[in-house]
């Protein structure tokens, strides 16, 4: 930056052209501190409860549960915003922040499990126009801290178009509804 005797002995235009790009830095340099206050806030609570998942959902998994409640853990809410910023901040926001409008827009279950436990499902975002892929976690009464079955965050991160074909046309992807 230049100070305001520099700016001063600069032609006109080039003078305004400073002034421009000085306050836009400046919008950039308060959007980055708003988003840093906003993740340091995220990264510092507790286990929280996101929503429901739908009946129609539990039966199509074939879970023998009576729990609803999906929640995240402090931890795993760290672990997206980290994992996900290393590709970007925007799939991070993603991640991070849409996760209860995800659950109330489950489309697709992943057929191929690998845990018994962890249903991966594709959710579309109405708010962002993208899919994003999240695995749910049935932690048994005999495992869990409350002694119920409880639902879990274990992971998100966004799910591509040309996956989300890819996986259609293969039969990978079981519908919802």
């Known amino acids: 930056m230049l100070s305001k005797n520099q700016a001063a002995q600069l032609p006109v235009h080039l003078a305004m052209q400073h002034a421009q790009h000085t306050s836009t830095w400046e919008a950039i340099l308060a959007i980055q501190a708003h988003r840093q206050r906003a993740q340091a806030v995220l990264l510092h609570l507790a286990d929280r409860y996101l929503a429901d998942l739908p009946e129609y959902v539990i039966k199509v998994f074939g879970a023998r549960t009576e729990a609803r409640q999906v929640t995240i853990s402090a931890s795993q809410q760290r672990h997206i915003l980290e994992r996900r910023q290393v590709v970007s901040e925007i799939d991070a926001d993603l991640c991070a922040y849409r996760l209860a409008e995800a659950l109330q827009h ?72």
Request: proline share 6%; charged share 30%.
């Open 106 to 177: 489950l489309t697709h279950w992943i057929q191929s499990q690998r845990d018994p436990r962890v249903y991966e499902v594709i959710a579309k975002l109405p708010s962002a126009g993208r899919h994003l892929m999240i695995a749910l976690k049935l932690v048994p009464g005999t495992d869990s801290r409350s002694r119920r079955d409880e639902w879990w965050i274990r992971t998100a991160h966004p799910f591509g178009a040309k996956r989300m074909r890819r996986m259609l046309a293969t039969d990978a992807l079981r519908l919802l509804q």
